[in-house]
């Protein structure tokens, strides 16, 4: 159904900013939820953000304030914009998709990674003291 490629992570000191951008091959004029989830070293997978095709979002509670989460149609990427990084926000950060939920993305039941079905490789994000 669709093709997900992450990319933008990298490593950045602690109050500094990454963009991670999500490529949806095969989405263009399907409706669906997109979600950005993270995994830190020996902890479970974790929402970070989700948004449907009509625009609404969620957050996770540790997060909400210094990351966005927007889609851009012309490019057709879902981006996180992450400012004000801390260490504890280092983890590899996926990028998921999954129409069945649509438009229900930001109810509390679909934050959780085993709804979605399409998943990308992952990036890194490290971020130092």
């Known amino acids: 159904w669709a093709q997900l490629v992450e990319s933008g992570g990298g490593s950045v000191q602690a109050g500094g900013s990454l963009r991670l951008s999500c490529q949806g091959i095969g989405m263009t004029g399907r409706t669906y939820c997109v979600g950005w989830f993270r995994q830190a070293p020996g902890k479970p997978r974790e929402v970070v953000a989700v948004?449907?095709?009509?625009?609404?979002?969620n957050y996770v509670d540790s997060v909400r304030g210094r990351f966005t989460i927007s889609e851009d149609n012309a490019k057709n990427t879902v981006d996180l914009q992450m400012n004000n990084l801390q260490t504890e926000d280092t983890a590899i950060y996926y990028c998921?998709?999954?129409?069945?939920?649509?438009?229900?993305?930001?109810?509390?039941?679909?934050?959780?990674?085993?709804?979605?079905?399409?998943w990308g490789q992952g990036t890194p994000v490290t971020v130092s003291s």
């Open positions: 948004i449907g095709k009509d625009g609404v979002t």
């Open positions: 998921a998709a999954e129409p069945r939920r649509f438009p229900n993305c930001s109810a509390s039941s679909n934050l959780r990674p085993h709804v979605y079905d399409y």
